[in-house]
């Protein structure tokens, strides 16, 4: 088995400040992903990674940035922080990210924006 | 692009009635694979079962699904809901080339009540 910890928990930032969030796998996958999860709009795909180094834009990139400097690590910038943003950020990971994989989530980073 | 469309919103239910979660899907992939994740509340979103075949039956913790590609559909069911089957519910497809990409439908909150 193995687990996925995203830090931080919680976040409150304020209008326009760039905020980064922190993903760890340790259950040695290849692919990870980032979604926002808003109520009512489900699972939106922000980047995704298929091995170290590399970066692939989901739907929803505007806005964010991404690296993946380790296999077992993926982070995501917010750019620019939106007045009274609030949002669930979702890290995940899959074995390869083949269309049959199953994609295991972190516990997500609640940000609030004031 | 690919997208899923599920139930609108939130279901509510007396314990011991069935339960049916609507899910279609459009794709332009002849092979689409579907799955269904869960998340409870305060929990991060877990598989529940998954697909690629048409027209068979797959099961897990008591609930089912049946792909049918001729109509588009995975929806999920079981026979008699319990009061810890109360959760969001996210129907979600798997794009054919290259993998990695998974669309998810806006979620279903299923509420259960005695």
């Known amino acids: 088995g193995g687990i996925i910890t995203q830090t931080p928990k919680f976040l409150i930032g304020q209008e326009g400040q760039k905020l980064t969030l922190k993903c760890q796998q340790n259950?040695?996958?290849?692919?990870m992903y980032w979604y926002r999860q808003d109520s009512g709009k489900g699972l939106r795909l922000i980047y995704y990674?298929?091995?170290?180094?590399?970066?692939q834009k989901g739907d929803l990139s505007e806005g964010y940035d991404a690296s993946r400097e380790k296999k077992s690590s993926f982070s995501l910038t917010v750019t620019s922080a939106q007045k009274n943003e609030m949002a669930v950020f979702l890290c995940a990971s899959s074995i390869l990210g083949g269309i049959q994989d199953t994609q295991y989530f972190g516990p997500g980073t609640r940000l609030l924006v004031l | 692009g690919d997208s899923v469309t599920q139930t609108e919103g939130l279901v509510t239910l007396t314990e011991g009635l069935p339960v049916m979660l609507n899910c279609t899907y459009q794709t332009i992939y002849s092979n689409p694979f579907l799955f269904w994740y869960v998340q409870h509340l305060n929990e991060s979103p877990r598989l529940l079962l998954k697909s690629f075949t048409d027209n068979k039956r797959t099961e897990h913790q008591g609930f089912h699904a049946t792909l049918h590609k001729s109509s588009s559909s995975f929806h999920l069911q079981k026979s008699s809901a319990q009061l810890s089957d109360s959760a969001l519910y996210y129907c979600a497809l798997s794009e054919g080339a290259g993998g990695y990409k998974v669309v998810f439908g806006s979620g279903t909150r299923l509420l259960v009540s005695p």
């Open positions: 259950f040695n996958h290849d692919t």
């Open positions: 990674s298929i091995t170290e180094n590399d970066l």
